[in-house]
């Protein structure tokens, strides 16, 4: 990061007049950096220890998994980051780029949904909302650069911007029993606009975006000159915690989030993005549907993506393999996304195949390795 005296002497550099006007092309962006650097340095002043920009705990790992059982917790959200797409043409673009329907989505319901090669392998998985007239696709923040690059390439003479906004916002997330309460104490003039009975719904107000991924977790979307303000008042009932009891709660809930490790692994399916929303069978054509829709209607999927725990020392990671007694030698699957267990080793949602669940015998990395001990997922898989 450049210290601002830098920024400042770039934004002299880059001034020019206009009409009599001093006009500064580098003044919006300093101001961003500087508000999300003062947002860094506030998070620290509450004890978070940051690596590479992400909150990894505040003081105690441990303690803070074990309070995510049964406790509230808040946590900065800073590993997702946003783009924005927006223009005259922007649903009918991203309806004909993302497996989901685009045209579901309204400003007070969000989707699950991703973006394919040509052979149906998942780039990436978002969360897609609707602020005003613009569209915001969520996703682990290194992957937005490649993605808005690559999405770029089709836009062609479409009326369509897309752009790296995660810097503009702030995202933070409360989960627990007393989450709602908590929402509903931020947003109380609104609460009827967040329908209670859908996951997904989102409310907006001037500065704040609030999505209900489950009855008792919760994500807001907020500007960066608010979020410390929002911080203060929800730490008063909610234990802040680092990313990986977000993580682990998304786990739990079967919500699988691909990472630059396990990019163009898995087909949509595997993941199960079709069980929780996040792929139309009714839709028109987007990259990769050919081969989505034709693993859907022949039947052929065979592998989906499990709940498991693994009793290990050892760090386990996202894009590790998985073995089966059935199978021998040969990987039968893979990790997709993994968090550290309050009560020790790990708790993971891996792609495995499902011919050999009913006989068992999952290792983790090596035949015999740790052994996987499949759990249930909040949904079915048949």
Not at 40 to 48: E, G, P
Not at 234 to 260: D, F, K, M, N
Not at 283 to 295: D, H, L, M, S
Request: one cysteine or more; proline letters at 4%; aromatic letters at 8%.
């Amino acid at each position: 990061m450049l210290p601002i005296i830098v920024w400042q002497h770039l934004t002299v550099m880059f001034c020019f007049k206009l009409n009599g006007r001093i006009i500064s092309i580098l003044d919006s962006f300093c101001y961003i950096i500087f508000m999300q650097e003062s947002w860094r340095n506030f998070l620290q002043t509450q004890h978070a220890v940051i690596e590479n920009d992400h909150v990894i705990h505040f003081g105690d790992l441990m303690a803070e998994l074990k309070h995510a059982q049964t406790g509230t917790i808040l946590v900065d959200l800073s590993h997702y980051g946003l783009l924005e797409v927006s223009g005259a043409d922007a649903q009918k673009f991203l309806q004909g780029q993302l497996s989901c329907d685009v045209s579901a989505v309204n400003i007070n319901q969000a989707q699950y949904g991703s973006y394919c090669t040509p052979k149906g392998r998942v780039l990436v998985n978002f969360t897609v909302l609707k602020k005003n007239s613009d569209w915001l696709l969520q996703c682990p923040v290194d992957l937005c650069t490649p993605i808005q690059k690559r999405l770029s390439m089709f836009v062609l003479r479409s009326k369509v911007e897309i752009k790296d906004c995660s810097e503009q916002w702030v995202r933070m997330g409360v989960a627990g029993e007393q989450a709602g309460m908590l929402v509903e104490q931020v947003i109380a003039p609104t609460k009827s606009d967040l329908d209670e009975s859908l996951a997904l719904s989102v409310v907006h107000s001037a500065h704040t975006s609030i999505v209900r991924y489950a009855p008792d977790r919760f994500e807001f979307i907020t500007s960066v000159e608010d979020a410390q303000k929002l911080w203060r008042i929800l730490s008063e009932y909610a234990r802040p915690t680092g990313a990986a009891s977000w993580r682990r709660r998304e786990i739990h809930e079967g919500i699988p989030v691909i990472s630059a490790a396990t990019q163009e692994q898995f087909l949509p399916q595997m993941i199960n993005l079709d069980l929780i929303g996040g792929v139309s069978f009714k839709k028109g054509c987007y990259p990769g549907q050919e081969i989505v829709a034709r693993t859907q209607y022949l039947g052929k999927l065979k592998r989906r993506m499990y709940l498991a725990k693994i009793a290990t020392h050892e760090v386990v990671a996202e894009g590790d393999e998985v073995f089966c007694t059935e199978m021998q030698d040969q990987s039968c699957g893979t990790i997709v996304n993994v968090a550290p267990s309050p009560a020790g080793g790990y708790d993971v949602l891996a792609v495995i195949q499902q011919s050999s669940v009913t006989t068992g015998g999952f290792y983790w990395k090596k035949p015999k390795g740790p052994e996987l001990i499949i759990g249930t997922l909040p949904y079915s898989l048949l």
